[in-house]
């Protein structure tokens, strides 16, 4: 009974959010697709006996309900437009795959990313011949900075997890240099330690150093689009957090991010370059241009970025503007207090993205006409 009964509930939920007016026309595809998933499960199920296994049917329906998930994130006017907008520019130059950001608004201190099971993509054409067409790339974002662009800088942090996961980056990396090889990690065994430990402790901190590097190329791929910023944020994020078993200590990740954006050589770094050349992608390197808004966001109004680079840039300017304003505000932001700096410097930022998706728009009628 409740298995059927989720089903038709998704496929209300769904309906309604297919209706909404915030949809882009990717996301109106995949919601038009796992309609079609609900439709003919419901269908399979409702045949005597049931033309699938419940277990299988289960399944299919837990994934579309998480999938639904981030859906309604994506369709309301909380959805942070812009920070997306720039992050499916970043995600299209590490996948050759169609990609559809959603998102979800959470309310926890807490930015994550889920990627698509491929079993379900998979059971979704084999039993039901439902091909959905597009990787979903889920990122949940706290609700208080829905609209505070300059506080998702880490989901360029959670895209890395993605472009890590969807590529296996960090397992062709184990492949390349396994946990008794090296490069050492801080804070954890050396690798010659690890190689004389008995099987079942090594295979303990072979998962360990896996989920580490996992965290430092997340680190890498933000700085790369982030700049400074992507250390600045996390500096007030989460300044003093110890190691644990799936992340290293923030002060060795600022250290390695450090490294990375001083051009410094460093053996984790290497490690990354050479795996992302075996996956066949680019290596780690600077994927932003500075731009300048002291001008223009002085004088409160937003900067106009001349191209995907100046967006991903405004993040590491729009971040030392709002520090300094915070700091040593001048002019006319002297006049304003610490709440308001905050507002309006993210504001800019929003506008400043928004400039260039108006740009972007009008370029792309003016080419269709």
Known sequence: MLLKSNLRLLLAQLNELGETPYFSSELDTLINELQDVLKRLLKKLESTPPAINI?????LATHVWKLTQFLTGSTTKQIPYEVVFAIERAASEWTTKKSVITTAIIQEA???????????????KTELGVDIGSQPVQIALPFIYRHKPLFCIPLFHELGHYV?????????????????VGPDLPGLPTSIEIGKMAVEERELWKQTIQKHRQEYFADLFSAAYMGSAAKGFLQEFCPDEPISTTHPATTSRFSLMD????????????????????????RLSKRYSAIAVQGTFGNVRPAIPQNDLEVFGLFEAGWQFLCDAWDTPNELWQNLSEDQRER?????TEKSIRNRMILDGWNAAIIAS
């Open 259 to 282: 490294d990375f954006v001083s051009e410094r050589s460093n053996a984790i770094l290497e490690l990354f370059q050479n795996a992302l050349t075996a996956r066949g992608l680019p």
């Open 110 to 124: 807490n930015f994550f990313y889920i990627g698509g099971n491929p079993g379900f993509f998979e059971l979704a």
């Open 55 to 59: 277990d299988i049917a289960t399944y």
């Open 164 to 180: 890590d996961s969807s590529n296996d980056v960090i397992k062709a990396s184990m492949l390349i240099s396994p946990e008794d």
């Open 344 to 348: 309006i410097a993210n504001d800019l």
